[in-house]
């Protein structure tokens, strides 16, 4: 039976778009569900400020009455402008194992791509840097995250069928989190603090880190600038951000390193992984999942490294040491004993320099695609 695409334009369209995967991935042990709420917000145009600078269309594909894949098409012309391309971003793609699926949902986004003035396209991406990004492509029988995709095994080779070459890999971590803090890693950290008039911020509540939480991601822009595809956060989408997770955070597993006049020089986020609780909740917050929720973020032995970064005039300089360090004796007072990082770019050798003083592995790699449009 022939494949048909139809575009979401209504909430109940929107709304098999986000729940599809659940159905896709029943009974997977390893996919994470997505908070359901939040891609609710991301993907609306009235509540995501990236549609300052972004547009986007959703289609899903069916055959006869059974849906059978979807599929976000992105132009991002800031990040477009930045780095001279006129690429469609492809996300939230999924699919049934057959090509003429994965085949119609990506013309449609190309033919889409083409009327906008595109000549080529990639991903899977979102509309920032803040939204999953890569298509797992190793690492199909490791559990998921709340911050990263999970796929089938089948997806990355639909891609190559469909003509795709590798534009950029990011790669994860898992490692033990030892149960005592190495005299050298303590005595280094101290040495770094001191040399460079360092401190800590000590915060005791999220609201102590709320003066700080902006400064991170203006911080963080400057840290990101040059990574694969990255565009500038705009002060709404950095408000949207502080007021969406600084609200829940545990503040002992965040660390953040401010040096003499109060600015920040390096940070590191990590909260307890969500996995469990989200698989149980299928997602969603109600009637049952906040609870699920609050009992991972209370006790867990599994800790999610979500973000870091340091500024640009401090690289090398130990910072990420330093707030590591920190958060490592958050761990070991709650008991963690396995930590998992957050993708990063697989050449970006400065942030991935502090695993190798770990015992752990790289057990994850996911892949953003890249194809150009013959003309």
Same mark, same amino acid.
Request: proline share 4%; hydrophobic share 40%.
């Given at each position: 039976?022939?494949?048909?695409?139809?575009?979401? #334009?209504?909430?109940?369209?929107?709304?098999?778009?986000?729940?599809?995967?659940?159905?896709?991935?029943?009974? +997977?042990?390893?996919?994470?569900?997505?908070?359901?709420?939040?891609?609710?917000?991301?993907?609306?145009?009235?509540?995501?400020?990236?549609?300052?600078?972004?547009?986007?269309?959703?289609?899903?594909?069916?055959?006869?009455?059974?849906?059978? /894949?979807?599929?976000?098409?992105?132009?991002?012309?800031?990040?477009?402008?930045?780095?001279?391309?006129?690429?469609?971003?492809? /996300?939230?793609?999924?699919?049934?194992?057959?090509?003429?699926?994965?085949?119609?949902?990506?013309?449609?986004?190309?033919?889409?791509?083409?009327?906008?003035?595109?000549?080529?396209?990639?991903?899977?991406?979102?509309?920032?840097?803040?939204?999953?990004?890569?298509?797992?492509?190793?690492?199909?029988?490791?559990?998921?995250?709340?911050?990263?995709?999970?796929?089938?095994?089948?997806?990355?080779?639909?891609?190559?069928?469909?003509?795709?070459?590798? #534009?950029?890999?990011?790669?994860?971590?898992?490692?033990?989190?030892?149960?005592?803090?190495?005299?050298?890693?303590?005595?280094?950290?101290?040495?770094?603090?001191?040399?460079?008039?360092?401190?800590?911020?000590?915060? $005791?509540?999220?609201?102590?880190?709320?003066?700080?939480?902006?400064?991170?991601?203006?911080?963080?822009? $400057?840290?990101?600038?040059?990574?694969?595809?990255?565009?500038?956060?705009?002060?709404?989408?950095?408000?949207?951000?502080?007021?969406?997770?600084?609200?829940?955070?545990?503040?002992?597993?965040?660390?953040?390193?401010?040096?003499?006049?109060?600015?920040?020089?390096?940070?590191?986020?990590?909260?307890?992984?969500?996995?469990?609780?989200?698989?149980?909740?299928?997602?969603?917050?109600?009637?049952?999942?906040?609870?699920?929720?609050?009992?991972?973020? $209370?006790?867990?032995?599994?800790?999610?490294?979500?973000? +870091?970064?340091?500024?640009?005039?401090?690289?090398?300089? /130990?910072?990420?040491?330093?707030?590591?360090?920190?958060?490592?004796?958050?761990?070991?007072?709650?008991?963690?004993?396995?930590?998992?990082?957050?993708?990063?770019?697989?050449? +970006?050798?400065?942030?991935?320099?502090?695993? $190798?003083?770990? +015992? /752990?592995?790289?057990?994850?790699?996911?892949?953003?695609?890249?194809?150009?449009?013959?003309?």
């Amino acid at each position: 039976m022939e494949i048909s695409i139809k575009k979401v #334009a209504t909430r109940k369209d929107l709304r098999k778009f986000i729940n599809y995967p659940n159905s896709l991935y029943k009974g +997977n042990k390893f996919f994470c569900p997505p908070m359901l709420l939040d891609d609710k917000n991301t993907l609306s145009r009235t509540k995501n400020p990236a549609f300052d600078f972004c547009e986007a269309e959703y289609f899903l594909a069916y055959r006869g009455k059974d849906l059978v /894949g979807r599929i976000a098409g992105i132009i991002n012309h800031k990040a477009n402008e930045r780095w001279k391309e006129k690429l469609v971003r492809f /996300g939230w793609i999924d699919f049934i194992d057959d090509p003429q699926v994965s085949a119609k949902l990506i013309d449609t986004v190309i033919a889409w791509g083409k009327e906008k003035g595109m000549n080529g396209i990639h991903g899977p991406l979102g509309f920032s840097d803040m939204d999953n990004e890569g298509m797992l492509i190793k690492g199909f029988e490791e559990e998921a995250s709340l911050a990263s995709i999970y796929n089938y095994a089948y997806y990355p080779e639909h891609m190559v069928q469909l003509g795709f070459e590798k #534009a950029a890999d990011w790669v994860q971590y898992e490692f033990e989190v030892p149960q005592e803090i190495p005299d050298k890693v303590d005595r280094v950290s101290k040495l770094v603090q001191e040399k460079y008039k360092l401190r800590l911020v000590q915060a $005791k509540k999220s609201k102590d880190l709320l003066p700080y939480a902006g400064k991170m991601f203006v911080m963080l822009n $400057k840290a990101f600038d040059e990574l694969y595809g990255f565009t500038t956060l705009s002060q709404k989408q950095m408000d949207m951000y502080v007021k969406t997770y600084f609200s829940f955070i545990r503040p002992e597993y965040v660390s953040c390193v401010i040096d003499e006049q109060d600015e920040i020089v390096g940070f590191g986020i990590s909260m307890p992984s969500l996995t469990k609780a989200l698989q149980k909740s299928h997602g969603k917050l109600f009637p049952f999942g906040f609870i699920y929720l609050l009992r991972a973020m $209370k006790k867990n032995d599994t800790i999610d490294m979500y973000l +870091n970064a340091v500024r640009p005039d401090y690289h090398g300089k /130990g910072i990420n040491a330093l707030y590591y360090n920190e958060m490592h004796k958050a761990y070991i007072r709650n008991h963690i004993t396995r930590a998992v990082t957050m993708p990063q770019l697989e050449d +970006n050798a400065k942030a991935l320099t502090i695993w $190798k003083n770990f +015992n /752990g592995r790289q057990h994850i790699t996911r892949r953003c695609w890249i194809k150009h449009f013959e003309h």
